[in-house]
């Protein structure tokens, strides 16, 4: 079984994450909630999925490190930032487990990919580096996949990302 992620010091706050072998093999877990997998050797992990921090009301425009993986074809994939685009009344209802995000790229020829690709400074949302939101990608996920909170965007850059995903779904 894999090692426990704990503590102040610890970028997932007071939350528990129990990874298996598997996480710091490959970073990312081998199966789904709480099933079985395989890793190097034919070895046998259990996996117990992670729960979203207790109290955490989650908002549209906030930006969250996630764990995109499991993913395929040319999805983004891995651990990167995510804008939340669901609605409020979604977002913090206990019940609801989902949400809905726009993927962040920092490759530069995602840029090219026309309405549906918008430009985010570096520090927009606390954004490490210059980026792209790649509204044509948005995507649902377990809320668990949304490790930690970057920042929020303002308004105007909100905007923005509406009209990528207006592109993007076609709409008025």
């Given at each position: 079984?894999?090692?426990?992620?704990?503590?102040?010091?610890?970028?997932?706050?007071?939350?528990?994450?129990?990874?298996?072998?598997c996480?710091?093999?490959y970073?990312?877990?081998?199966?789904?909630?709480?099933?079985?997998?395989?890793?190097?050797?034919?070895?046998?992990?259990?996996?117990?999925?992670?729960?979203?921090?207790?109290?955490?009301?989650?908002?549209?425009?906030e930006?969250?490190?996630?764990?995109?993986?499991?993913?395929?074809?040319?999805?983004?994939?891995?651990?990167?930032?995510?804008i939340?685009v669901s609605h409020?009344?979604?977002?913090q209802?206990?019940?609801?487990?989902?949400?809905?995000?726009?993927?962040?790229?920092?490759?530069?020829v995602?840029?090219?990919r026309g309405?549906?690709?918008?430009?985010?400074?570096?520090?927009?949302?606390?954004?490490?580096?210059?980026?792209?939101?790649?509204?044509?990608?948005?995507?649902?996920?377990?809320k668990?996949?949304l490790?930690?909170?970057?920042?929020?965007l303002?308004?105007?850059?909100?905007n923005?990302?509406?009209?990528g995903?207006?592109?993007?779904?076609?709409?008025?």
């Amino acid at each position: 079984m894999g090692a426990t992620a704990t503590g102040a010091g610890s970028s997932l706050g007071d939350r528990e994450l129990r990874r298996p072998t598997c996480w710091y093999l490959y970073g990312y877990r081998c199966g789904v909630g709480g099933s079985r997998g395989r890793v190097a050797g034919g070895k046998i992990c259990e996996i117990k999925a992670a729960k979203p921090e207790s109290g955490t009301q989650m908002r549209r425009g906030e930006v969250y490190w996630a764990q995109l993986v499991p993913r395929s074809g040319s999805e983004q994939r891995g651990r990167r930032p995510v804008i939340v685009v669901s609605h409020d009344g979604f977002n913090q209802t206990p019940a609801w487990r989902s949400i809905i995000v726009v993927p962040i790229s920092t490759a530069a020829v995602q840029a090219q990919r026309g309405p549906t690709a918008v430009g985010l400074a570096a520090g927009a949302g606390g954004l490490p580096k210059q980026s792209i939101a790649i509204c044509h990608q948005v995507t649902t996920l377990d809320k668990a996949k949304l490790v930690q909170r970057i920042g929020i965007l303002d308004s105007q850059l909100l905007n923005l990302i509406d009209n990528g995903l207006k592109a993007a779904l076609q709409l008025p």
